[in-house]
């Protein structure tokens, strides 16, 4: 789901630490927004961004945000149908027993949209850098220490294979007789029976790495080279400067036509 594909696009090309910027930018900006405009603008444009300039198949992605299609709209009707139980003055939409006001609406819409809008940017942020390339930045951009670096891209990398692992405990699992998925309590007890297993399976892949990791001398004082370095380059400030000014016209326009609220204060 969360695992780099390997591409020659505009977005890959570009720096790592010069894509967080922008994301944290842009993700500071629509949790700021109350109104749902903003989060569903900023869907649309990570979206569109991670597909055109990152070169990712459409049906790629839009099969990895499925599940978090699936969550975001559950997540909108939860929210609706508690806060539809409630009696407030100020009702505009009925339903059965359910009564909403605009403040109801607008919260469910607004959050929901974040999630996917927050998830799609991320997304797209590991699509298309490569977990070298990132640890590399960090080091050399943003003068993180070699070991914490490593440590870093040790988890990177090894987030993607966690859904390997469970399919493999639950094959291991299903050989000795136990029943994955087969009828209600099994699906209930299923992710505990994973747990423990996986967590042995973490700690002795981190076990493996810190030996390795050692064993090259990682943590020494001398200073060290790297096969492959990072930069930030004229084309990298080019891409946040634009990216910047493109982003904060949105939310100028959508300021001035009173589609971006920092409260629900203007909300009757």
Same mark, same amino acid.
Request: proline share 4%; charged share 20%; with cysteine.
């Given at each position: 789901?969360?695992?780099?594909?390997?591409? /020659?696009?505009?977005?890959?090309?570009?720096?790592? #630490?010069?894509?967080?910027?922008?994301?944290?930018? #842009?993700?500071?900006?629509?949790?700021?927004?109350? &109104?749902?405009? +903003?989060?569903?603008?900023?869907?649309?444009?990570?979206?569109?961004?991670?597909?055109?300039?990152?070169?990712?198949?459409?049906?790629?992605?839009?099969?990895?945000?499925?599940?978090?299609?699936?969550?975001?709209?559950?997540?909108?009707?939860? #929210?609706?149908?508690?806060?539809?139980?409630?009696?407030?003055?100020?009702?505009?939409?009925?339903?059965?027993?359910?009564?909403?006001?605009?403040?109801?609406?607008?919260?469910?819409?607004?959050?929901?949209?974040?999630?996917?809008?927050?998830?799609?940017?991320?997304?797209? &942020?590991?699509?298309?850098?490569?977990?070298?390339?990132?640890?590399?930045? +960090?080091?050399?951009?943003?003068?993180?220490?070699?070991?914490?670096?490593? *440590?870093?891209? *040790?988890?990177?990398?090894?987030?993607?294979?966690?859904?390997?692992?469970?399919?493999?405990?639950?094959?291991?699992?299903?050989?000795?007789?136990?029943?994955?998925?087969?009828?209600?309590?099994?699906?209930?007890?299923?992710? &505990?029976?994973?747990?423990?297993?996986? +967590?042995?399976?973490?700690?002795?892949?981190?076990?493996?790495?810190?030996?390795? #990791?050692?064993?090259?001398?990682?943590?020494?004082?001398?200073?060290?080279?790297?096969?492959?370095?990072?930069s930030i /380059?004229?084309?990298?400030?080019?891409?946040?400067?634009?990216?910047?000014?493109?982003?904060?016209?949105?939310?100028?326009? +959508?300021?001035?036509? /009173?589609?971006?609220?920092?409260?629900?204060?203007?909300?009757?």
């Amino acid at each position: 789901m969360f695992a780099y594909i390997e591409q /020659d696009s505009y977005l890959h090309r570009r720096n790592p #630490m010069i894509k967080l910027a922008v994301i944290a930018v #842009m993700t500071v900006v629509v949790c700021m927004s109350y &109104f749902p405009v +903003l989060p569903i603008l900023t869907f649309l444009l990570a979206f569109f961004v991670t597909w055109i300039a990152g070169r990712i198949p459409i049906d790629n992605l839009l099969r990895r945000l499925l599940i978090f299609l699936a969550v975001s709209v559950l997540f909108m009707f939860s #929210m609706l149908v508690l806060r539809g139980l409630n009696d407030e003055a100020g009702i505009v939409l009925r339903l059965w027993i359910f009564r909403w006001t605009e403040r109801d609406l607008v919260h469910a819409v607004s959050l929901g949209f974040r999630i996917l809008a927050l998830v799609t940017m991320s997304m797209g &942020f590991v699509l298309t850098t490569r977990p070298r390339d990132l640890v590399l930045s +960090l080091i050399l951009q943003c003068r993180v220490s070699v070991v914490h670096g490593y *440590a870093t891209m *040790a988890t990177y990398r090894f987030l993607p294979e966690l859904q390997s692992q469970v399919e493999a405990i639950h094959l291991a699992q299903e050989i000795r007789g136990i029943p994955w998925n087969k009828g209600v309590l099994s699906r209930f007890t299923s992710p &505990f029976r994973v747990l423990l297993p996986l +967590l042995c399976v973490a700690a002795r892949r981190g076990e493996r790495v810190a030996c390795a #990791m050692e064993s090259r001398g990682l943590g020494r004082e001398e200073p060290r080279t790297f096969y492959k370095k990072t930069s930030i /380059d004229k084309k990298d400030w080019a891409f946040f400067i634009i990216s910047v000014i493109v982003y904060g016209t949105i939310v100028a326009v +959508l300021v001035k036509f /009173d589609l971006y609220r920092f409260s629900f204060a203007a909300i009757q």
